[in-house]
Nanobody, 124 residues
Framework: QVQLVESGGGLVQPGGSLRLSCAASGFTFNAYALGWFRQAPGKEREGVSCISSNDARTHYADSVKGRFTISRDNAKNTVYLQMNSLKPEDTAVYFC?????????????????WGQGTQVTVSS
């Protein structure tokens, strides 16, 4: 049974940092592309950052380039999203997702498995 469990969300002031983690189980982790997506109230789910199964390629949405970093630890079956210089517009529920392929476009409809999400709120 595939499981993706996000953690690390919370309330942070503008300019602050958070590190999201997503622990995976039930599948061959190092054979899957992984992604972080977010969905704000009233908006569509969007790709934030994605990483290939072999850690060779990463993708970032323009809105987070230079502020967010995606990484994966295949030994720990975990993918991370380091978020720095957070802005109020980063407020959303953040989801991790997995797809059984080396790499994938960072769009939600290409991903097969999803976590339950973790809330990130950036506010003073």
């Amino acid at each position: 049974q595939v499981q993706l469990v996000e953690s690390g969300g919370g309330l942070v002031q503008p300019g602050g940092s958070l590190r999201l983690s997503c622990a995976a189980s039930g599948f061959t982790f190092n054979a899957y592309a992984l992604g972080w997506f977010r969905q704000a109230p009233g908006k569509e789910r969007e790709g934030v950052s994605c990483i290939s199964s072999n850690d060779a390629r990463t993708h970032y949405a323009d809105s987070v380039k230079g502020r967010f970093t995606i990484s994966r630890d295949n030994a720990k079956n975990t993918v991370y999203l380091q978020m720095n210089s957070l802005k109020p517009e980063d407020t959303a529920v953040y989801f991790c997702a997995a797809r059984s392929t080396v790499q994938s476009r960072c769009v939600p409809w290409e991903y097969d498995f999803w976590g339950q999400g973790t809330q990130v709120t950036v506010s003073s």
